[in-house]
Nanobody
Framework: QVTLVESGGGLVQAGGSLRLSCAVS????????MAWFRQSAGKEREFVSGISYNGGYTDVAESVKGRFFVSRNNAKNEAYLGVGILKQEDTAVYYC?????????????????WGQGTRLRVSS
């Protein structure tokens, strides 16, 4: 069993930045690609960014390109999402997800393990 725990969310002013973290524990050998999704109130969960197992490939949604950056540290079993130039529309619960293949997917159906989410609220 794999467990993902997100942290780092909070209240940030528009234009600000912070870093979300995702800690992986349990059978970490089953974790390869990882991704971040988010869900705003009243909306469906959407893909934000993903990273391959070795970090050599990343995928970023157009809505956050140039502002959000995904990374990982396999030695620490952690993944990160740096979020910057924040806008009010970035307010959401951010979820970390993992799957057992090398490259990430934009489809949440492909992910086998999810964290509980960390809430980010951007104020004006």
């Amino acid at each position: 069993q794999v467990t993902l725990v997100e942290s780092g969310g909070g209240l940030v002013q528009a234009g600000g930045s912070l870093r979300l973290s995702c800690a992986v524990s349990g059978r970490t050998e089953y974790v390869a690609a990882m991704a971040w999704f988010r869900q705003s109130a009243g909306k469906e969960r959407e893909f934000v960014s993903g990273i391959s197992y070795n970090g050599g490939y990343t995928d970023v949604a157009e809505s956050v390109k140039g502002r959000f950056f995904v990374s990982r540290n396999n030695a620490k079993n952690e993944a990160y999402l740096g979020v910057g130039i924040l806008k009010q529309e970035d307010t959401a619960v951010y979820y970390c997800a993992a799957l057992g293949r090398h490259d990430p997917s934009r489809s949440e159906q492909n992910y086998t393990t999810w964290g509980q989410g960390t809430r980010l609220r951007v104020s004006s």
